[in-house]
């Protein structure tokens, strides 16, 4: 089979009517390397890359609240630098580059996504 790992998508596919900022960029604890009280940021085992998360809000009016927050596993060498906040706007818009999509059987045993961009964040320009 051709495919194999992480299935390449596009921003629209994932999110189709945008998403927006609503936390902070922050550093993804790899569970099996920290220890007694150590921090070890996570790898991507694919890459080898540093991951990072951000919460970010689905902009599809159609999504039940609990599932309008996702976060977002982004994979990058150093730290990236969300664009800066829109005057007027209560979150931040952004588009993800480079993203891959890997399915995975959630807690409550159903289908879920990891959606992770290899790219830093960009802004999304509004006129």
Not at 63 to 75: G, N, R, W, Y
Not at 85 to 103: E, H, K, N, Q, Y
Request: hydrophobic share 40%; net charge positive.
């Amino acid at each position: 089979m051709a495919l194999q790992g992480p299935i390449p998508v596009t921003f629209a596919m994932v999110f189709l009517h945008g998403c927006y900022i609503v936390g902070e960029v922050e550093p993804v604890r790899d569970s099996d390397a920290s220890s007694n009280g150590r921090f070890v940021q996570a790898r991507d085992k694919q890459t080898g890359e540093l991951v990072w998360q951000v919460a970010v809000m689905d902009g599809d009016r159609t999504l039940k609240p609990a599932q309008k927050t996702v976060a977002v596993k982004i994979l990058a060498p150093v730290q990236p630098v969300p664009p800066q906040p829109m005057p007027g706007l209560p979150f931040t818009p952004v588009a993800f580059d480079g993203i891959t999509i890997t399915p995975y059987v959630n807690a409550a045993g159903r289908l879920a996504y990891s959606p992770r961009p290899r790219m830093p964040a960009s802004p999304v320009q509004h006129s």
